[in-house]
């Protein structure tokens, strides 16, 4: 009762997710230079920051995007347990070391440090139906009166507006007209930050004061600007009789958006989209549950006309996954006492391991809430196969008791006693196997280790559980309710009569080995070799991609597009998707491009989200493919679609992610001859695919070459020049104004119409020391050339990455090895991949599963020598894992699975089971001989025993496995993953091994006690 109580409050307090916290933590650092190139922003920001980031402790790699729209993202990865906070701390301290070395331009707008989580849980997206908003409006609506409500809600880690239009002064300057009063942009520049600024005047009467001064009066000014009438009023020049010149002579002054890069849109209705983050080691379902119930709340005072939907949303996954996980759960209960009832042919009998089971289960939850794990798909998955394991040991105890019922005639209290004599041993020895088959499991590193720890250490609670349950309530419960005799139901007889036959062929086997043992040798030799060539020849795997219900959509425009080209070819695409019955939603983010990073004008992301899994029969793969389709067929551009990751977190899209860096050149240009040279063998490779990288070092720009010698003969300042071309081309960010209790920017740029053509960076004026105006075509030539819009760096050298996975029936493991192979061969001198992402996991898992297994079989081993007080006993029990190896590769095999994760906890759980399985026979033997039973005729005698035992245990451990084996809908492919392998291997280890280990035995026993033959033939009786 104690077991059942704290195991149902711990599951009141569990969090639920889809996995535990296996993604690696990282941190952020954000960087702006407005008008900078994506190779200025390399030069003068990235290397400086990344020069301090090598060294971080715990730190895996680090990545940075510099794009031209001004904005430098650096990524910095850490190993998995590394504290958030303390990371975060390193790299702001790392961070203040390079930021001296910085541009002004750079320190003035500020750089961020955050942690950030990868793993979006849900996007909120608001609308005006009507169209009486625009998203300038929605942006800032968001920003005042939503986004701080969603940041407090419970859970929430981040949250954010994609592509956010904050408020800004917007100073629309007018060339010509400057150029013909006599204006430079340093001219307004100087002029806004004098007459839009907060002085402090002080206070009249203050302290030191005259005795008989009465009061203090604190003086005000006026202070910064409000409207953009104000600012229209300030006052550039003042020449007495010709009047004052005005800033709203020169320029056009508006209330609009600080950026205008991206555009949002959710099914084609442009709106404003707000992705939230989930905190680290947060609920999903709450939080995800809490941020909608918080949106009705606040829909209550949104604006007539604004409404929400939520078009991307991962807790609909992990709700949907872990309902299909449960139901599992309860499919294989169901199952298992079926199983249980078909052997034991008694309603009362079946009680018993029904009683027991579900204790084990729910005093689990307390095991779990102990160690500070969630309810996720890794302990769910123990949850299940711990059904079929924690019976066992009600069962071995319930059968014996009944068979000594049945051969002795003793009541069921004797009996109890009796039995706990003979099994207690076998069931300490199986519950302490079980233990050291997944305890030193749980100690391994990486994301690997976390998976098997969760799992195993589920597996282990249950099984030490099952084991105190078995050695305490089952025989109490057996003495209460089992009859002393019961006689043979007509319903059972034929399936009683067909197993007598099964244990009849299975002993004439048994003694066949034992005659025969160096056939049995070989036979163990083929097992054996068959091992070996099944894991050589099976691709490997990380994790099996899933249906996760819904596709990331990359839109891919000619160089140089603008963003009204991408939004046009974005709603093509977004309007064909929206006839398919199976898509729900159509999120698109124009000017964002999440896959290669970075904020384009050429580039889109879109979310195609689905109808549930239960309404739809095309699977995610279905709609990539047919928006690989769609975006072929697309007049201007092209659009490819992937499945995301399933484990995200892990990279932006399913496949592997791998850079080429150079390590000694850095010249984009002779990295795009590398890399299109790299890519052309890639695509040569048949077992590869989707192979696509999105380094664009060509596209067209302008080059502007100042003849700095004649400008300073003229009397003008360099540093004009460039300030000038950043306040017109660019933007330059001035000072700031305050609205709605926030602080916004003040921006100078030119008019559209001044900057469209290349001849128009000429037309703009400087004024030299004699106060004549100079135009720019007189100090400056302009020149095409071609550079990149964005510029990635990996562990701070010039990298470039490539997308791709491996084609139908490869493994993400083989696709590995493939591009590795094709790099060593093709790529030049001073070129080298270094991988990123799930990918890069999936490297440093490698040796885990080794690890795995040696330590599994290593502990086996050292725990039944302690129990059996041999060394050599043990063995027999060791040699049984193979069978049960062999099997589970064989199903895999059969069903063209990979070798991954999943499949690789089933094996060390199949470690554990099969040795249960001989430790049963093992033991039984061994106790027989020490009765004087010669060897050959105790193992006999053992396995005859202890046949029915195992094939009740075993069978209803296969059975409660086969829901996932057959699993569909949410999360799959990890059910079916993990149940292929132990369903196969568990049906050799039940009626393969079992025939072996009795030869094992004899093998490796060397003495027992003569007794007189008639003895012996009368215990066997």
Known sequence: ???????????????IAQYPQIAPPTVVVTATFPGASAETLTKTVAAPIEEQLSGIEGLLYFESSADSSGTLTITATFEIGTEIDRATFNVSNRLNIALPRLPDEVR??????????????????????????????????????????LKRTKGVGEARIFGAQDYSMRIWLRPDRMAQLGITTSDIAAAIRTQNAQYAAGKIGQEPAPADQQLVYTVTAEG??????????????????????????????????????????????????????????????????????????????????????????????????????????GEAMILVILVV???????????????????????????????????????????????????DDAIVVLENIERLMAEEKLSPVN???????????????????????????????????????????????????????????????CAMLLKSVHGESRFFRPFNRGFERTRKFYVAMVSLTLRHTIIGAIAFAVVIGGVAYLIKTIPGSFVPPEDQGYVVTAIIMPD???????????????????????????????????????????????FVRMTDWSERTVTADDIVKKLFGIGMMQPDGLAIAFNPPAIR??????????????????????????????????????????????????????????????????????????????????????????????????????????????????????????????????????SNIVGAEQLDRYNGLLSAKIFGGGATGVSSGDAIAIVEEIAAQNLPEGYQIAWTGQAYQEKRTGSAAIFAFSFAIIMVFLILAAQFETWVLPLAVIMAVPFAMAGALLAILLRD??????????????????????????????????????????????????????????????????????????????????????????????????????????????????????KAAEETV
């Open 1 to 15: 009762m104690i077991i059942v109580l704290a195991g149902l409050a711990a599951a009141m307090q569990l969090p």
């Open 108 to 149: 003035r707008t500020g750089i961020v440090v955050q942690k950030r989580s990868n793993d979006i849980l849900l996007v909120v997206m608001l609308t005006s139906k009507d169209r009486k908003y625009n998203p300038l409006f929605l942006s800032n609506y968001v920003t005042l009166n939503v986004l701080d409500e």
């Open 224 to 329: 910064r600007l409000l409207e953009p009438e104000q600012f229209g009023n300030i006052i550039l020049r003042s020449d007495g009789p010709r009047g004052a010149l005005y800033l709203k002579d020169v320029a056009r002054i508006e209330l609009g958006s600080q950026d205008y890069n991206i555009r949002t849109a959710l099914n084609g209705e442009p709106g404003v989209g707000i992705p939230i983050f989930l905190q680290t080691g947060a609920n999903a379902l709450d939080t995800a549950q809490a941020i909608k119930a918080k949106m009705d709340e606040l829909k209550q005072h949104f604006p007539a006309g604004i409404d929400y939907e939520i078009p991307y949303d991962t807790s609909d996954f992990v709700k949907a996954s872990i309902w299909e996980v449960v139901k599992t759960l």
């Open 341 to 391: 009832f078909v052997f034991l042919q008694s309603w009362r009998a079946t009680l018993i391991p029904i009683i027991a089971v579900p204790i084990s289960l729910i005093g689990t939850l307390a095991g779990l809430w102990a160690l500070d794990f969630s309810i996720n798909t890794l302990t769910l998955f123990a949850m299940v196969l711990s059904i079929g394991i924690v019976v």
């Open 415 to 477: 009996a109890a006693i009796k039995a706990m004599q003979q099994v207690s041993g076998a069931v300490v020895a199986m519950t302490l196997v079980l233990v050291a088959v997944f305890l030193p499991v749980a100690f391994l590193g990486g994301i690997a280790g976390e998976l098997y720890r969760q799992f195993a250490v589920t597996v282990a609670v249950a099984g030490v559980i099952s084991g105190i349950v078995a050695l305490t309530l089952t025989p109490a419960l």
């Open 560 to 606: 140089g597009a603008t963003l009204s080209r991408t939004v046009k070819t974005t709603d093509s695409i977004r309007a064909a998707m929206a006839e398919d019955p199976a898509v729900a939603f159509q999120f698109a983010v124009n000017g964002f491009d999440l896959i290669g990073g970075g904020n384009k004008t050429n580039a889109a992301t879109m």
């Open 649 to 782: 977190g892990l990279g932006n899209a399913g496949g592997f992610e791998v850079y080429v860096q150079s390590r000694s050149d850095s010249d984009p240009l002779r990295l795009a001859s590398v890399i299109n040279d790299f890519i052309g063998a890639l695509g040569q490779e048949p077992r590869l695919t989707g192979i696509n990288t999105f380094f664009r070092p060509t596209v067209p720009q302008l080059f502007v070459e100042v003849d700095e010698a004649k400008a300073i003969s003229q009397g003008v300042a360099v540093a004009d020049i460039y300030a000038t071309l950043q306040s017109t081309m660019g933007s330059l960010y001035i000072n700031d104004f305050n609205r709605s209790g926030r602080t916004y920017r003040v921006q100078l740029q030119a008019e559209s119409e001044y900057r469209m053509k290349p001849e128009d960076l000429g037309r703009v004026y400087v004024h030299a020391q004699s106060g004549a105006m100079v135009p720019l075509s007189a100090l400056s030539k302009v």
């Open 897 to 1014: 699975m990979p070798n991954d994760i999943y499949f690789q906890i089933g094996l060390v759980t199949l470690i554990g089971l099969a040795a249960k399985n001989a430790i049963l026979i093992v033991e039984f033997a061994s106790q027989k001989m020490k009765q004087g039973m010669p060897v050959a005729q105790a193992a006999i005698e053992a396995a005859q025993l202890r046949f029915r035992p195992i094939v009740m245990t075993s069978m209803a451990f296969v059975l409660g496995v086969v829901p996932l084996v057959i699993a569909t809908g949410a999360g799959a492919a990890a059910r079916r993953s993990m149940g292929t392998g132990v369903f196969g291997g568990m049906l050799l280890a039940t009626f393969v091994a079992t025939i072996f280990v009795p030869l094992f035995f004899a093998w490796f026993t060397r003495k027992h006690v003569q007794q007189p033959a008639e």
